[in-house]
């Protein structure tokens, strides 16, 4: 057995542990800086990720933690430090997990409002020409289509990474990324990141081996491969995006590069 974990930090009758709390904990059995906040994501209720210069463990638990036992907490700890390893651990917490997140998928949460009409882009009208294209019959009364609205338009504090679009399967709901409404974001680009979105709609995440969930499987992947757009998409989005992330960081115009050579850019500028 390793190192014992200092529960004592829950051992308080129904006392709820705060992020203070689990960082607390964490820091003591990883013996390294941890920082932790609480979130609603039910399909990765557990996400640690190294951040920053000097590194910090930053570490994202569903809200449900902050109810969690004392071996909830102790089985989490010990899966942070040695991984799947620690058998038990990863069963008791699994367990947890999934009957945790069966007793939150109860009362649905309240519908997003839409707001798909932008101001360059109206994604009701994209998606009309991604569904003709590419969704032919998927979407009806059996499985209605998604949800269409372009999220808030507030500041990017990211420096590295930007979420273009991002599909809740909680709430149906497909939402893009402001910083691409914007006239030098070309139109299949828009659609391109629709397309992505709505087949995270057709093909939700699902469990993998293990607890890990897998959010593009192999029939998303080869769906995903054979659109027509897929190389100048990963092109354009490799050569565009420290331009989109700034625009989104700074609420500034977004100018896109003129790159050479590239598959996307070359003999297409017309089509947007
Ligand atoms: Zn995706």
């Not at 200092?6 to 705060?18: K, M, N, R, V, Y």
């Not at 990883?30 to 557990?46: D, E």
């Not at 354009?236 to 003129?258: D, N």
């Amino acid at each position: 057995m390793a190192a014992s974990l200092p529960l004592q930090l829950f051992e308080e009758p129904g006392a709820c542990p705060t992020t203070a709390d689990w960082e607390e904990l964490l820091i003591e059995t990883l013996r390294r800086p941890v920082q932790v906040s609480f979130g609603t994501s039910r399909t990765a209720p557990v996400r640690a990720q190294e951040r920053g210069q000097p590194p910090v463990f930053c570490v994202r638990l569903h809200e449900a933690f902050a109810e969690a036992p004392m071996d909830v907490c102790d089985s989490l700890a010990r899966w942070l430090l040695v991984g799947r390893r620690a058998r038990k651990a990863c069963k008791l917490l699994d367990d947890w997990i999934d009957q945790r997140m069966q007793h939150e998928s109860g009362p649905p949460r309240s519908a997003p409002t839409l707001r798909p009409e932008g101001t360059t882009y109206d994604l009701g009208a994209l998606a009309q020409e991604v569904l003709a294209q590419r969704f032919e019959g998927h979407f009806g009364e059996e499985c209605p289509l998604p949800g269409l609205t372009w999220g808030r338009r507030a500041r990017s504090r990211s420096r590295h990474s930007l979420r273009l679009g991002s599909y809740d399967p909680t709430t149906h709901v497909v939402r893009l990324h402001p910083v691409l409404d914007q006239p030098e974001v070309p139109r299949w680009f828009v659609c391109f990141v629709l397309a992505h979105e709505l087949l995270h709609a057709k093909w939700p995440p699902k469990r993998g081996r293990g607890r890990r969930w897998i959010h593009h499987g192999a029939q998303f992947r080869a769906e995903e491969a054979a659109h027509p757009d897929y190389g100048r998409a990963c092109d354009w989005e490799t050569l565009q995006l420290p331009g989109l992330i700034r625009s989104a960081r700074r609420g500034t115009a977004f100018r896109a590069k003129r790159g050479r050579g590239l598959r996307g850019l070359i003999g297409r500028q017309g089509d947007r």
